[in-house]
């Protein structure tokens, strides 16, 4: 039987490695011999992705390894998650996400989500190609606290403002995060957005950034 | 390349110019003829072949904002399920829509003889990502690099095809984009070992004059983007924003053609932006050693007219004058 130190390391190097199969197994073992699925998903896949996110910022990993790093993370999530009491996975927050209308790409979008996931978030994915509408509907449906968009194309980045002010308009308290390629700060600023991630590799070290806090944030509860 | 004064003034609609030769082809001369420029473009977006390859695009006819065409849904989920013929290969320009690209570009070379007619093609990676999700051809260069290369390899040979017939049907110029190669995606190694030969290899079947593309991270591909340029008897090479044009220039020399690089949405659309922003984003431009003045990605149709006209003038007689053009 492995410890529980063993289980943590199989899981972060799992996630590292984009060791798929490895991290499903550290994962349902972890299960099976009862230790905190919380523990193992906040020190073992998310620190697994704490690393890969160093790793991105050293151009030492590029998007397909964060890729296939995610699917492991995934891999471990779906077995764990489940397993998470209700008391330690009350929903931190609520958020809407997608791809702005006319542009099918998702890569950041899906990274991004991820983050979210990890966090314990409650994720309303609105997949890609998302009529503008379809972000305000949503938003006041859930009555999530943050949209988050993405645009790859600067074709696309300008739907954006629109769906910004609608979403303003009827929720000012609704923290609006923005990304993809052609977003930069200052459309970020223009557009009336509260936050941005430039690229999918920026949406990474930008959710890395944020798992990282959260595990600060687990561990100090526990203290 | 289509700017929205223009086919206003024509009385068309976005969507309607995409997929009729003509439209096609009028459009691209009325947004040269319009704001002064050198060349025309066409086509506008980048679903020709997936089309052909019996994916379903779409043009948002029903849509008030400018969208460019996409495909929302591809035939082949996973990377085994790619099926490339040979009759896809030999035979793409019978196929609908890719029967309409000569005719549009007979058209501009008939009605508007004097400007430069420039086509352009993506590369086998970035079409790929065309036919199947990225997402999927991203993790393959590593889980099954071998049919990675088979499918590049055989939209290699249609990209080939591709270019030929167009610059049969009149073409003057064309431009190999590859921008989801940039290095913010793919390492500078696997540019090195996948994508450098065979964009070398669609450039030299081709005619000059040529120019490579790419957009987004190009800063470490510089190097290999010039020798793919020179290795296959190009010209030029373009870069878009995010490159550092004074450090490109000094790592290529002198004699470098270097184009492209000033922001197309900053510049001529962006509300806040003034004219005299604008004049200075050009001659930041070409003080940045461009060889010509040339979009660093698609023009945003929806341009701020004083800004444009603003933007060609200065093209012209900054520094005692610069070309005008056009690459999307």
């Given amino acids: ?90 929903t931190v927050a609520q958020v809407v996400i997608g791809s ?22 409650e994720v309303y994915d609105l997949g890609r190609d998302v009529p503008l509408e379809k972000f305000v509907e949503e938003q006041l449906r859930t009555d999530a606290e943050v949209v988050a968009m993405s645009a790859m194309m600067t074709t696309t980045m300008l739907g954006m403002k629109k769906v910004i002010k609608m979403i303003k308009d009827k929720n000012p308290n609704v923290a609006i995060m923005l990304g993809g390629a052609p977003v930069t700060q200052d459309v970020a600023n223009l557009f009336g957005a509260d936050g941005y991630a430039e690229s999918a590799g920026n949406a990474v070290q930008e959710g890395i950034k944020m798992i990282g806090r959260l595990r600060e944030f687990e561990k100090k509860k526990e203290r | 390349m289509v700017l929205l004064p223009a086919i206003k003034k024509l009385g068309y609609n976005f969507p309607s110019v995409h997929r009729n030769a003509e439209r096609m082809a009028h459009s691209a001369i009325e947004s040269a003829r319009m ?159 996948l994508i450098q030969p065979r964009l070398t290899r669609i450039m030299s079947a081709w005619k000059s004059p040529k120019v490579l ?55 001529p659309c962006a509300e806040e932006t003034t004219v005299e922003q604008a004049i200075e984003g050009i001659k930041t431009n070409i003080d940045g050693k461009v060889d010509a003045v040339w979009p660093g990605c698609d023009l945003w149709p929806d341009i701020k007219e004083a800004n444009f006209r603003a933007m060609e003038k200065t093209a012209r007689e900054y520094h005692g004058g610069f070309k005008f053009k056009t690459d999307g």
């Fill in chain 1, 1 to 90: 039987m492995a410890s529980k130190e063993e289980l943590l390391e199989l899981l972060k190097d799992g996630v590292i490695n984009y060791k798929e199969e490895q991290v499903k197994e550290a994962s349902q073992q972890a299960i099976d011999d009862g230790h905190l699925a919380l523990e193992m998903i906040m020190d073992g896949l998310a620190a697994g992705m704490e690393v890969v996110g160093d790793l991105y910022e050293r151009h030492e990993y590029f998007v397909p390894e964060v890729l296939m790093c995610a699917d492991a993370l995934y891999g471990g999530l779906a077995i764990l998650r489940p397993h998470v009491p209700k008391s330690d996975s009350d």
């Fill in chain 2, 35 to 193: 704001f002064n420029l050198d060349s025309v473009v066409v086509p506008f977006d980048m679903c020709w072949e997936s089309e052909a390859l019996g994916n379903e695009i779409s043009l948002y006819e029903d849509s008030e904002d400018i969208l460019y065409p996409t495909i929302p849904y591809k035939n082949w989920t996973e990377v085994d399920q790619v099926e490339i013929s040979q009759d896809d290969i030999d035979n793409i320009m019978d196929k609908y829509p890719m029967n309409l690209l000569p005719e549009a570009v007979a058209i501009v070379k008939k009605e508007a003889p004097d400007l430069a007619l420039g086509v352009w093609q993506l590369g086998p990676f970035t079409q790929c990502g065309q036919t199947i999700e990225l997402d999927k051809v991203l993790k393959a260069v590593f889980k099954d690099t071998a049919r990675v290369e088979d499918i590049l390899d055989k939209l290699s040979d249609m990209i080939i095809n591709i270019g030929k017939a167009l610059q049969a049907a009149g073409a003057d110029f064309i431009t190999l984009r590859e921008p989801g190669v940039a290095a913010d995606l793919l390492s500078p190694k696997t540019f090195r070992e």
């Fill in chain 1, 100 to 121: 702005i209308q006319g542009d099918v790409h998702d890569i950041g979008k899906n990274l991004v989500k991820m983050m979210f996931d990890v966090a314990g978030w």
């Fill in chain 2, 213 to 267: 593309h790419i957009c987004g991270s190009t800063d470490p591909l510089v190097e290999m983007m010039w020798q793919i340029v020179t290795d296959s008897g190009g010209q030029a090479v373009s870069f878009d924003i995010k490159n550092n044009l004074l450090e490109s220039r000094k790592k290529l020399g002198d004699d470098a053609i270097i184009l492209g690089n000033f922001d197309v949405f900053g510049l």
